[in-house]
């Protein structure tokens, strides 16, 4: 029984949230009440102010439009003082004076921009992640900014899908967490705070699941599939109370998800409970018709009966929905419904109490970034980085000595801030030269040689780089630079390479077919390795690579992701020591292309290929191993970490008991170091094939060097429960397999009965 005091409390919370659910109706039914059915329509209205523009069409007329009431909504543009101009025209020249709600993509941070989010995924710190959507949070509310268009918490199976940098990788748990942090992050305890921001959950839903990896592509699944594999961190989005969504532009078995009643409605609403209001993303509305549902009045009257909310940049709503509701084809009340949803998401924001909330010039001085901010994205970026190899205790490297640093990306600025980022100035950024200047000074010899470009094919470098980006290439011939950054090598003791994509080679529009390093840096790399010195590769890249030769002829391998603002102090730290790197991937790396889809969490087949024995009618390649590269949950450190065996404190449970695994890890390296310890769960027999494990809980603990600590997980039934085939979320009893390891792969196991 609850305590009478926290019952009290509860109800009076409960109360408190009711009484100011009343009163929200209350007002926007009044204000409602004055709208004329164009304001309403005009509500429902999301234009762009210019940047970016990712799709063909921009916006004309806005400022006549605000005047007469036709937008409710405004994103891309930023500045205390510019956002507080346009607010101005809504306040005070639209006849109800309806302030705009002013959205931006802030991704991975504003002004002060942090690692990639797949970067940011790899820290495995959830305090971490919610910190860096509060500082970006501060940030964009002291450049005028309401509403950030993130978490992106699509799942992403394929590294070939470039937007997979923008998310945390494959798993459905853990990308739950971060979901959940991030919202907490931008959301605060209320978003009327003058530091908050409303989150927009996106692109919901299955977007990761494109057919190929190809963008915007097609996705057919599974029921069951979806609601285990693919749903959760949107879920967890609402749970966490984000404000609203943003539809995507794929289709789902078949109904595009921007016209989906079932998704919009009877899952997002009906079955999840979200109260928020949902946008479409960049002329998705008008995509419909090339999704082959109809013409724009069509579509239109379509996405608004599914539980659309808002239409962004396309202007079907606004231009059609008056003439459908004539026609019959929308009701009233479904305009009523959409508008009272964005009103109540200003009215939540604050903005109806004060429009101008996010437009104060002296917070725009003081709070975007600061000294504060930047060191917080420097460790962050630590956190993330990734030792996908390190043999022979190549790194840390010896502050002492000659450093051979070669590569197109290690004297960059423009690269370092990695995809989809809008107000981050490049120029801020510190290149890998700099800060490996800044951590070592003068102790250390620093030779440099550029090496290559990036890139060299035509067709890649015209399609990564946009937006008006040049490469910067140097002119030279390939082989004139390979052969100057050998000479360069041959006079060091050690070579640092930083090689791989540039920012845009990931991110919206970015599918590759090829994902190794750009060959024109492979063939740096081959005549660097053929000098015989240590070669150290510091990679940057939006997606899990193939990287099977380095892998086979580098002596250490750094994952850098693209860092942020504070690129290369945080890459300089972790080369030579001064944090010891603790990140794990959370997306496989193949080791080719056509391994592609790989995950961890796979089923078994009913032939399936354990690696030993016979292969022949089994489930494998005949020209490749099924293993990937580096599993989920992989990554090295500067020490090691020795695991005992798991210690169940029962073999046999029954109902609501639960139990506890413990492991103890010593760590028995040089280094004080972290490690992120993971508990899995396997149910080998049940009603369905279920995947060989599940991701179930982390913990991330520091030990010293000889140090050992005990950790235990609490498992319940909650941890034991999947989707039926009748989408009923249960346990059924039997037997578990318990595993806790450094990785995906490498665990220790110890198996338990659990009856119901
Ligand atoms: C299209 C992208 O898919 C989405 O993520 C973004 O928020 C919108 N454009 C707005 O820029």
């Known amino acids: 029984m609850l305590p009478v005091v926290l019952v009290m409390s509860l109800c009076h919370a409960f109360g408190q949230t009711k009484s100011a659910d009343a009163k929200m109706n209350a007002f926007v039914s009044g204000l409602m009440g004055k709208m004329t059915l164009d304001e309403k329509i005009g509500q429902l209205n999301l234009v762009t102010g210019g940047a970016p523009t990712t799709g063909s069409v921009v916006n004309k007329g806005i400022e006549q439009k605000i005047k007469g009431g036709d937008i409710g909504g405004m994103f891309g543009i930023w500045g205390a003082d510019k956002v507080k101009a346009v607010q101005d025209i809504a306040v005070k020249n639209s006849r109800l004076h309806i302030p705009l709600i002013f959205g931006l993509d802030v991704i991975h941070g504003h002004e002060t921009v942090f690692p990639i989010p797949l970067g940011i995924s790899a820290t495995w710190d959830m305090a971490l992640v919610q910190e860096s959507a509060k500082i970006a949070a501060k940030e964009a509310t002291a450049e005028g900014l ?404 380095e892998d086979a002829h580098a002596s250490a391998i750094l994952d850098v992701w693209a860092p942020g603002t504070e690129a290369g102090n945080a890459v300089a730290d972790v080369l030579f020591g001064n944090y010891n790197p603790a990140g794990k991937i959370t997306a496989t790396f193949p080791r080719s292309v056509g391994q592609i889809p790989i995950y961890y969490n796979h089923k078994n087949t009913g032939r399936p290929f354990d690696g030993k024995g016979p292969a022949k009618f089994k489930s494998d390649y005949i020209d490749i191993s099924n293993d990937p590269l580096y599993p989920f949950g992989y990554g090295l450190s500067y020490t090691t970490f020795n695991y005992s065996g798991v210690k169940l404190d029962k073999t046999m449970l029954k109902g609501n008991e639960a139990l506890k695994a413990t492991v103890t890890i010593t760590n028995t390296g040089k280094y004080a170091g972290e490690e992120v310890v993971q508990l899995y769960i396997g149910q080998p027999v049940a009603s369905i094939s279920r995947s060989v494990k599940e991701l179930k809980d982390f913990r991330k603990i520091m030990l010293k060097p000889g140090e050992s600590k005990e950790v235990t997980f609490d498992i319940t039934t909650k941890d034991l429960k999947f989707y039926n085939t009748k989408l009923v979320y249960d346990w059924e009893p039997g037997e578990f397999i318990v595993e806790i390891g450094t990785n995906s792969s490498d665990t220790h196991t110890a198996s338990v009965r659990w009856n119901k």
């Open 146 to 549: 309401n509403w950030v268009f993130s978490p992106m918490v699509d799942i992403a199976r394929d590294p070939r899908w470039g937007r997979i940098s923008e998310g945390s990788g494959e798993d459905a748990w853990y990308g739950s967490q971060v979901a959940r942090a991030i919202v907490k992050g931008y959301q605060g305890t209320s978003m009327k705070n003058a530091d908050a921001v409303m989150a927009c959950v996106k692109h919901f839903a299955l977007y990761g699941g494109a057919e190929a990896g190809r963008e915007y592509n097609t996705v057919d699944m599974s029921p069951i599939k979806m609601y285990q594999d693919y749903l959760p961190p949107y879920k967890a989005a609402v749970d966490a109370g984000a404000g609203s969504f943003m539809s995507s532009f794929n289709t789902i078995n078949g109904v595009p998800a921007t016209g989906n009643q079932w998704l919009l409605t009877d899952l997002l609403r009906k079955q999840w409970g979200f109260k928020g209001f949902v946008v479409s993303d960049y002329t998705a509305v008008n995509e419909l018709t090339n999704h082959g549902l109809g013409d724009l009045q069509t579509v239109s009257a379509i996405a608004l009966k599914a539980g659309l909310d808002m239409d962004m940049v396309g202007e079907g709503f606004l231009t059609t929905i008056k003439k459908s509701l004539k026609q019959g084809t929308v009701t009233q009340q479904e305009i009523d419904q959409a508008c009272r949803r964005v009103l109540e998401a200003k009215y939540k924001l604050g903005l109806f109490d004060n429009p101008y909330k996010s437009t104060d010039p002296a917070r725009e001085k003081a709070d975007v970034l600061t000294d504060d901010n930047r060191k917080f994205s420097r460790r962050i970026a630590e956190h993330s980085f990734v030792l996908l190899k390190n043999q022979t205790q190549t790194l840390p490297l010896k502050k002492s000595g000659t450093i051979a640093l070669i590569g197109p990306l290690a004297d960059n600025h423009s690269e370092m801030l990695g995809t989809w980022v809008v107000a981050g100035n490049p120029n801020k950024s510190v290149s890998v030269r700099e800060g490996i200047k800044n951590v070592v000074g003068s102790d250390v010899n620093i030779l440099y040689a550029r090496g290559s470009n990036i890139t060299d094919d035509s067709l890649l470098n015209e399609r990564s780089y946009f937006f008006g980006m040049k490469q910067g290439k140097d002119g030279r011939p390939a082989q004139e630079m390979i052969d100057e950054a050998v000479e360069t090598a041959k006079k060091a003791d050690v070579v640092v390479a930083v090689v791989g994509e540039s920012a845009n080679m990931s991110g919206e529009s970015s599918s590759r077919s090829d994902i190794n390093i750009p060959e024109t840096q492979r063939d740096l790399l081959k005549a660097l390795a053929k000098t015989g010195k240590p070669l150290v590769i510091v990679l940057f890249n939006g997606r899990p690579l193939t990287l099977p030769w």
